[in-house]
C-alpha cells in the first residue's frame, strides 16, 4: 500500500490575455458598449460585471483541471453542476497489475485533517487508519485471488482510495465551486484540494478569482 498527497493540474487552459479579452468581447454586446474597448479595458470591465453578480458572462470561457484526490471527495465534487467529468474507474482497473504497482494507493490522512504525528490522540487515529489501509489492500487482494472480477472486489475498497478525476466547468462554475469548497464548513480534505486549485487559479487568472479568498487556517 502507498500513501501520497493530493494534487490538482490544470491540464487546459487558454491564455489568460485571450480570455479576458473574449469575456470582454462578449460582455460587451449585452450593453452594445463594443466601441469603448481599447488597450487595458478588458480588466476594468470584468471586474465591474463581476461586483454586479453579472456572472453568466464568464460562462463562456471553461477550464478543465485534473484532481489527486480520494473517492470520498469526488463524492462530494460531482454534485457540482455545470460540469463535464471523466473519472478513474474502480471497475475497469485491477490494482495487482504492475501498471499500479502491484499495490493500492491511497490519499494520506493526515494532511486533510491537519494531523500532528507527534500528538499521541492524532497517531492513535492515524495508526488506525493505516491498519484500516492495509487490511483493506488484503482483502481486496484475497477477493481477486478468489476469481472475482475487479468490479466485485471493488466493493472492500476504502473511501481513502487515490483516484483521479479531470473535470471541467465554465468560469461561473469554478467561481461557485471555490466559493462552496474553500469555505470553513466544508469537508476538511474537500477543502484541501480544494484550496490547492484555487491558488492556482488566482494566481493565472486573477481578475476572475482575486476576490475569493478560501479559508486560510486551510492553507
Request: charged share 35%; proline share 2%.
Amino acid at each position: 500500500m502507498k500513501s501520497i498527497k493530493p494534487s490538482v493540474e490544470i491540464i487546459d487552459m487558454e491564455d489568460y490575455e485571450k480570455i479576458v479579452k473574449k469575456i470582454e468581447r462578449i460582455g460587451r454586446v449585452c450593453y452594445k458598449s463594443e466601441d469603448n474597448i481599447s488597450d487595458g479595458t478588458a480588466e476594468r470591465f470584468i471586474s465591474n460585471i463581476l461586483r454586479r453578480g453579472h456572472e453568466s458572462v464568464i460562462e463562456h470561457e471553461a477550464i478543465t483541471v485534473r484532481f489527486v484526490c480520494d473517492r470520498g471527495v469526488t463524492h462530494e465534487i460531482v454534485r457540482h453542476r455545470i460540469a463535464s467529468y471523466s473519472q478513474e474507474s474502480t471497475r475497469y482497473c485491477n490494482y495487482t497489475s504492475d501498471k499500479f504497482g502491484n499495490e493500492i494507493t491511497v490519499i494520506d490522512l493526515a494532511g486533510g485533517f491537519n494531523y500532528d504525528l507527534n500528538n499521541p490522540d492524532d497517531k492513535k487515529k492515524y495508526d488506525i487508519w493505516t491498519r484500516s489501509m492495509e487490511e483493506a489492500e488484503k482483502a481486496y487482494f484475497e477477493m481477486l485471488e478468489a476469481g472475482a472480477t475487479a468490479q466485485e472486489a471493488r466493493s472492500v475498497l476504502p473511501n481513502s482510495l487515490k483516484t483521479e478525476i479531470v473535470i471541467t466547468m465554465n468560469l461561473r462554475s469554478w467561481r461557485n465551486f471555490f466559493k462552496l469548497r474553500t469555505e470553513k464548513a466544508a469537508h476538511p480534505q474537500m477543502r484541501e484540494v480544494a484550496n490547492i486549485a484555487l491558488k492556482e487559479f488566482k494566481e493565472k487568472l486573477p481578475i476572475f478569482f482575486e476576490d475569493i479568498e478560501g479559508y486560510r487556517d486551510s492553507y
